[in-house]
């Protein structure tokens, strides 16, 4: 998943350079932490710690890690555009395979646990119910991006198309979070609060393109005046 | 290509240096090279799964402790479900009681703070002699007995209690209503103190039910005081809530403190919250659903795998003709 962790040695302390520090531990660290409530949910639900509906508290939970994690993997390219730290990038590809690790299995417990493998339940509720439809689509998304989340996907598409491609993931957690909001029965305080996340790190994307594009803009006028 | 953000390709380039691996980094690491990272890395996975896990993991309630008894089983009657009967276990720590948060687990975690003695209950409305009576009397009009229901909640899931009450009929009997008398409203406590959920204004407090008379009148309609011969539990609505067991389970309000007989619907909490899913009647129908979700099925407390759901939650033999010549669709 994290190519660059592949050499697990860093370089010398005494060799000052610009490059940044390895950091080899980063990526394992997170896809490992990323696995660990994965292993909970599972001795949860062996050890009957889910509770009276244990079906219904695994699909709520594997929901909310994948738009909890999307969010952590949308939160790397801003955090990096405001601070100018280099390593929130390096573990955004990681997160980004986590959040469609537990969208799937998210997906998977419904249909498969809750209905039954019902194909014609399935088919209902995707088509049917606006909220399984956006779920749906955002699940399909992710997969897509996962897909082509390969060093080969961004050399067979050219980066500029397999960039454009992947700015879907601001469109799939739009579709979660919406999905998040339809499903529940009144207290919207917690999908509300993922929403707004979502919103204001979509905000910093904008204003940090529109000044690019306002500095470009003016770099170019500014060459062709002279 | 000339669009290309430069910064967009450092972040996903930046990493490929790094991948040459130079000779001087194929020697052994140094020891204490090798502890740092695996603290590092330790500290990583101990971050990232434990901040998931207090984000994402909601920790089920602890089995409570069983109340008193107050009463003893008795032989099934003709309103008794045999239906495997859900865990004690799962009918406590189970709840939907907004007043105690909306989590399915915090009406057993937060339910302490309610005081359910002394508790008096107002009876007034339409009725010849409007009262205020103790709980404690008002239990003793009536004998006290079992009732095995199986109550459908509009999510979706269902359970098996062995209510412990008395008939709802000989309550509004006992009222003495006037001739105008048309409904029964049920009005549950209002104290943000003792209901600490009541601070969160998911819903307009304090929560509202009604029923028609006839609907009071019939036999199945109930008050509880007690699960399986004990005390209510705070979390089930102690002491005094409804049982309607051919409706969806929010029509059983809890911790009722005043019961009027009136001449107009009631305006009940969740129709007035979002009236376009939830309504007045709130039977259950597989054939009507919610509008975000299907009521085709439900799932069975303690089973995998769903059911069917039946008309009027299996009791339309006994309740179908209270309906009869109404649009169900729409008096949903």
């Known amino acids: 998943m994290t190519g660059h962790t592949k050499s697990p040695s860093s370089a010398p302390k005494t060799v000052k350079s610009n490059k940044a520090p390895k950091l080899s531990w980063l990526g394992p660290g997170v896809v490992l932490g990323g696995l660990i409530p994965m292993a909970v949910l599972v001795w949860d639900a062996y050890s009957g710690a889910l509770g009276a509906n244990p079906v219904q508290r695994s699909i709520q939970q594997s929901g909310l890690l994948a738009l909890v994690i999307l969010l952590a993997s949308l939160l790397c390219t801003p955090l990096r555009m405001v601070t100018g730290w280099t390593w929130p990038p390096r573990i955004r590809k990681a997160l980004g395979l986590l959040a469609f690790l537990y969208a799937a299995l998210h997906m998977v417990l419904y249909f498969a646990v809750d209905h039954g493998l019902e194909l014609k339940v399935i088919v209902e509720d995707v088509l049917k119910r606006p909220f399984i439809t956006v779920g749906f689509a955002a699940v399909v998304i992710l997969g897509i991006l996962a897909l082509t989340s390969t060093k080969g996907a961004v050399r067979r598409l050219g980066f500029v198309r397999w960039q454009r491609l992947h700015r879907w993931v601001y469109a799939a957690a739009g579709l979660a979070a919406l999905h998040f909001v339809w499903q529940t029965k009144k207290d919207l305080r917690e999908p509300l609060l993922y929403a707004g996340i979502l919103a204001v790190l979509l905000a910093l994307r904008v204003f940090y393109g529109l000044r690019k594009k306002r500095a470009r803009a003016a770099v170019g006028t500014a060459t062709r005046s002279s | ?332």
Request: aromatic share 10%; charged share 25%; glycine share 8%.
């Open chain 2, 1 to 332: 290509m000339s669009q290309m953000p430069p910064e967009e390709s450092k972040s996903d380039l930046q990493t490929e240096p790094s991948r040459i691996v130079k000779p001087s980094e194929s020697k052994p690491v140094g020891r204490r090279e090798f502890i740092k990272n695996a603290a590092l890395m330790t500290g990583t996975v101990v971050g990232v799964g434990g901040g998931l896990e207090l984000l994402t993991r909601r920790a089920s309630a602890a089995a409570p402790v069983a109340g008193s008894l107050i009463g003893s089983k008795r032989p099934l009657g003709p309103y008794d479900t045999t239906e495997a009967q859900t865990s004690y276990q799962n009918i406590t720590t189970y709840n939907n009681f907004y007043e105690f948060g909306t989590d399915k687990a915090e009406p057993a975690q937060r339910a302490g703070t309610l005081k359910t003695r002394p508790w008096t209950v107002l009876l007034d409305g339409e009725v010849k002699k409007p009262q205020r009576i103790d709980i404690d009397t008002l239990q003793s009009w009536f004998p006290l007995e079992d009732r095995v229901y199986r109550m459908r909640c509009v999510e979706g899931w269902s359970m098996v209690i062995p209510w412990f009450g008395f008939p709802l009929a000989a309550l509004v009997r006992r009222m003495n209503p006037t001739g105008k008398a048309k409904y029964i409203q049920f009005t549950a406590l209002n104290d943000p103190k003792q209901m600490p959920g009541q601070l969160d204004g998911v819903l307009e407090w304090p929560y509202v039910e009604g029923l028609r008379l006839d609907e009071a009148l019939h036999p199945l309609a109930f008050l509880a005081v007690g699960i399986q011969g004990r005390v209510l539990p705070n979390q089930n609505g102690a002491p005094l809530r409804l049982v309607v067991p051919w409706k969806y389970g929010f029509k059983g309000i809890k911790s009722i403190v005043r019961i009027t007989l009136t001449e107009k619907m009631p305006a009940t909490t969740w129709a007035l919250s979002s009236p376009g899913e939830y309504g007045f009647y709130a039977n259950v129908n597989p054939k009507v659903d919610h509008p975000r979700w299907s009521q085709a099925t439900e799932r069975r407390i303690g089973e995998l795998s769903r059911r069917p759901t039946l008309p009027f939650n299996g009791y339309a033999r006994e309740v179908a003709s209270l309906y009869s010549g109404m649009d169900l669709r729409r008096n949903f």
